[in-house]
């Protein structure tokens, strides 16, 4: 297999699709060598490349040690840079834009560039026309050159011509219109490298790839994918496997255009879409144990709610997402509950307790919270084991102790519970309203494997709630409760058990049901 590397550009802004780029690349080839080329510009946070150092493969490199002989900086010309600055020691270079995705391992084009020691890249349109300004690379226009390769994901044998042709693509794009340095034309990069093959008389050497399958330009969002047999497939190229994604444009797949399209009227772009955030939020280079508002963008905030939201088209796809699931840490957990008001605390407190508790046991397949309040704790749980097999059951009246108080506090609002439960859709958390003693009629003795009784706390409704509740625990299930430390729930647990485990914080109490 030849060696290669990849290569690709990125700032703060373009992060987002940075990281599913380079997660996507090392999906399907691990071992690959991607050089991510920083825009000092608009530089990357510490946290944002802390998540790209995550795989010892990912090389970041500092636009500034691309500015020799006085080159202009930005996106554009820093690929071209790259791909002649870096592309010694190689037998193929790629280049790949970040908002370009690979679907499929590309083994075969890379052996295909070495061997015919030329250029691989989507085909974009027909050709394009050269007028009178293209003189200056030394083409004889007007003409039309008929091979115009997209640079978005495009492949490059490293040969002595080619590291020339390379060198020539940097000079050009440091003096071209597109960045007012100079008089050479052409739209972008790409641009400016058809040119010159063209003027090269190179074109010969240009093998176009399916615009559908690889670059996408103007196709993407009327494309119909779909996948199947571990594989995507293009139904609109009679079921031809999709190669790559690429969003182009300006509404890129971390911008919350992108997805609203999605939601509305491009449901048929649902996999490109759902494969962007697997790979952000399950490839190699993902942070687990760090808040993502720390290296998302605000801009793209919204991905956060879409982890939950598409989470199960997400394991659909990528079944390996749901193991990966159960090691969630808080600080991601904490960010996708935000703003929901839940009485039990994470960060240790008796929240994070039984979480531990139930991922513990995995043979929980329904859980029943005695008494939600609004639905934050119950909601939590939901979202944290949204991998699992696994319902859970809210049951709340939302009149309280019957005096116009929950133990003491306000009583819950059923609207903002049910704001709760519409804000997570796909969370597996259905609400039983009504009174715990009668609410447990809708249950099948020995149908629950854990029961959580966090109702009234005063002795008698505790010892109440209990004892309807337990005959519905399967034999070796778990009863616990929260508020250990209150004396009349500790009088009513130790009247119905001889004994219970309690949590490090002395909040959580349980026991199995023999």
């Not at 139904?235 to 999605?262: L, N, T």
């Not at 449901?267 to 720390?294: E, I």
């Not at 008796?350 to 119950?378: D, F, Q, W």
């Amino acid at each position: 297999m030849p060696s290669y590397s990849f290569i690709t550009v990125t700032d703060y802004a373009f992060f987002p699709g940075t990281l599913a780029t380079v997660n996507s690349v090392l999906h399907y080839h691990p071992d690959s060598s991607i050089h991510v080329i920083v825009n000092e510009n608009n530089p990357l946070t510490a946290p944002q490349m802390e998540c790209l150092k995550t795989d010892d493969h990912v090389k970041l490199i500092s636009s500034q040690e691309l500015e020799k002989n006085s080159r202009f900086i930005n996106a554009w010309e820093l690929k071209a840079y790259a791909c002649e600055d870096l592309c010694e020691g190689y037998d193929v270079v790629i280049g790949i834009d970040s908002d370009c995705l690979l679907c499929s391992n590309v083994d075969d084009v890379i052996e295909r560039c070495h061997q015919s020691g030329g250029f691989l890249g989507g085909a974009d349109g027909t050709g394009t026309d050269y007028g009178i300004k293209y003189q200056i690379y030394g083409i004889d226009a007007p003409v039309h050159n008929p091979k115009y390769m997209s640079t978005s994901l495009f492949f490059c044998a490293v040969t002595d011509e080619n590291q020339r042709i390379l060198k020539q693509w940097s000079e050009c794009c440091n003096a071209a219109e597109f960045n007012g340095q100079g008089s050479h034309p052409g739209h972008g990069d790409q641009g400016v490298l058809n040119a010159i093959l063209f003027a090269e008389g190179r074109t010969q050497d240009i093998e176009l790839l399916p615009n559908h399958l690889w670059s996408q330009h103007w196709v993407y969002w009327n494309s119909i994918i779909s996948f199947l047999g571990n594989q995507f497939i293009n139904c609109s190229q009679e079921d031809a496997p999709q190669r790559s994604f690429h969003c182009g444009g300006a509404e890129k797949y971390w911008s919350k255009s992108h997805r609203e399209r999605i939601f509305n009227g491009y449901a048929l772009q649902t996999y490109p879409y759902v494969w962007f955030l697997t790979m952000f939020w399950f490839g190699k280079c993902s942070h687990w144990k760090m808040d993502p508002f720390q290296y998302l963008p605000e801009a793209s905030h919204h991905l956060v709610q879409d982890l939950i939201d598409f989470l199960p088209q997400i394991i659909q796809l990528y079944p390996e997402s749901r193991i990966l699931w159960e090691e969630l840490e808080e600080p991601i957990l904490e960010r996708i509950v935000n703003g929901v008001h839940r009485i039990l605390s994470l960060g240790g407190g008796s929240m994070s307790e039984v979480i531990e508790l139930v991922k513990n046991n995995p043979g929980i397949k329904r859980y029943a919270e005695v008494g939600s309040y609004e639905g934050g704790s119950i909601m939590t749980l939901g979202v944290r084991f949204a991998n699992r097999d696994l319902d859970f059951y809210s049951v709340e009246s939302f009149m309280g102790n019957l005096d116009g108080t929950m133990d003491g506090h306000q009583l819950p609002s059923r609207s903002r519970y049910l704001e709760t439960l519409s804000r997570f859709p796909s969370v597996r958390v259905k609400l039983i309203p009504g009174d715990s003693r009668y609410a447990v009629n809708l249950f099948d003795n020995a149908s629950l494997d854990f029961v959580f009784v966090d109702a009234c706390h005063e002795s008698q409704a505790v010892l109440c709630d209990i004892g309807v509740w337990m005959q519905k625990i399967k034999p070796g299930g778990i009863i616990a409760g929260d508020d250990y430390d209150w004396d009349s729930v500790k009088v009513a647990v130790h009247e119905k058990f001889n004994e219970v485990q309690s949590t490090p914080t002395g909040q959580v109490w349980w026991t199995r049901i023999t």
